[in-house]
């Protein structure tokens, strides 16, 4: 069922390879963020009837609803929900970065401020597997930057009301507001505001391919974290590695959506062959099977190499959401580790704990972006301006210096304004 492939034999770019959801959404969603930018909240509680199957009489959701679905929580999970939020925020707190002046000469202020965006819209999934999880990843490093105030959207169920664990999670995560309504036409109304769901300056938060595409063609407009594809795990582990706890951790993210990637990498041929065998076995049990199934025989594959530096520098072309590290000595292979967005350490450090509990963000760069970009963070709901002080005689000293560069590119203009206060 899911493939093996021999390193040595096997081109890179075939390892590598993907199967991907090709359907051009594009127009769709131009469409849909076109009727929402023109028509508002009709055009919110229209898709709220087609899509979500929900008659709405209101879409925000009233803040004793919160309180409510706080209050009524199991208190098992509260307290896991809350013993979690307060390791996201030991985390993210670290994070914070202040401003600075620098003041090199005399009459010379140089510095630069840091400033919170004045609303974060965050969209966080609905469907057939709601994620409180996400509320608590994007909402606390939004309320650690200082962000004046937090936007929550979510589809609806057809019962009208959003998963309470959502919203008891959004009230321990210090979200402002609450809307009901998901897909891209939520990500619209975030870009362009609506009568009741205000504008946002930021959009964080993962989403189905209608939400990513919405988030790519209001981009500009508002700021957004990143394009978020299918969920990715990578595991590399040696020969004495547990089969089973590798097959389950390959599960855990093939579980997520069809189109979620699941790969095993392995000096070991045993442990190839053995946990090809687990999955089968681990499959059957599994209440997501079908999605599961469908993920690895799309997307999984267990790949066979020489040792475990050829394992990493795979892993490095990779650039995988997760990264698991399940051999002896994992600290060893910490700095060769290039590309990844988050990395597991350990054969007791599965994929899950980060989703859930440790602290550290879940929010991950997809699809090979971890080349370039980074897990969310308090840096995300930020902004950086800097700014400059010049006295008199310190412009006065500089300024035939300014004219001549300026001279030099051919803009005249600029020279003048350094020269014009010389007298």
């Known amino acids: 069922m899911i493939q093996i492939l021999d390193a040595g034999r096997v081109p890179l770019p075939e390892i590598l390879a993907r199967t991907e959801d090709t359907r051009d959404v594009s127009g769709i969603v131009a469409g849909i963020i076109e009727d929402v930018r023109k028509n508002g909240d009709a055009a919110l509680l229209r898709y709220a009837r087609e899509f979500d199957g929900a008659e709405l009489d209101a879409l925000e959701v009233p803040r004793e609803r919160l309180d409510g679905a706080l209050a009524d929580l199991d208190p098992a999970l509260r307290s896991v929900l809350e013993e979690a939020a307060e390791n996201i925020r030991s985390f993210h707190r670290r994070q914070v970065q202040n401003g600075f002046v620098v003041s090199e000469r005399n009459g010379v202020v140089l510095g630069q401020k840091v400033t919170p965006v004045d609303r974060a819209g965050v969209y966080i999934p609905g469907g057939t597997a709601p994620l409180p999880s996400t509320v608590l990843m994007d909402c606390i490093p939004a309320k650690i930057a200082g962000c004046p105030e937090i936007v929550v959207v979510s589809p609806p169920t057809c019962g009208g009301d959003i998963s309470p664990a959502i919203l008891a999670a959004a009230r321990i995560a210090g979200a402002d507001r609450v809307f009901r309504c998901g897909g891209a036409q939520a990500v619209a109304a975030l870009a362009y505001g609506t009568e009741s ?20 063609q209001v981009f500009g407009l508002v700021g957004i974290d990143m394009i978020a594809g299918p969920s990715e795990i990578l595991v590399i582990a040696d020969a004495n590695s547990d089969a089973r706890h590798l097959a389950a951790d390959l599960l855990s993210q093939a579980e997520h959506d069809k189109n979620a990637c699941a790969v095993l990498i392995t000096d070991s041929a045993f442990i190839a062959q053995a946990v090809a065998g687990e999955l089968e076995a681990q499959l059957a049990s599994l209440p997501r099977r079908e999605i599961a199934r469908a993920s690895l025989e799309a997307n999984g594959r267990i790949i066979l190499t020489r040792d475990i530096p050829e394992a990493i520098r795979i892993a490095n072309a990779l650039a995988p959401e997760h990264l698991e590290l399940c051999v002896d000595n994992p600290f060893d292979c910490l700095d060769q580790v290039r590309n990844a967005g988050s990395i597991f350490l350990g054969r007791s450090c599965p994929e899950a704990v980060g989703d859930y509990f440790a602290g550290a963000n879940h929010t991950l760069p997809t699809g090979g972006t971890a080349r370039f970009s980074s897990p969310l963070s308090v840096e995300d709901f930020v902004k950086k301006s800097q700014f400059i002080y010049y006295s008199s005689s310190a412009l006065s000293a500089a300024s035939g210096k300014i004219a001549a560069f300026a001279r030099q590119e051919g803009l005249e203009g600029h020279a003048r304004s350094a020269l014009a206060r010389q007298g």
């Open 197 to 216: 769901v205000p504008k946002a300056d930021k959009i964080v938060g993962p989403g189905n391919a209608f939400v990513a595409e919405a988030k790519r």
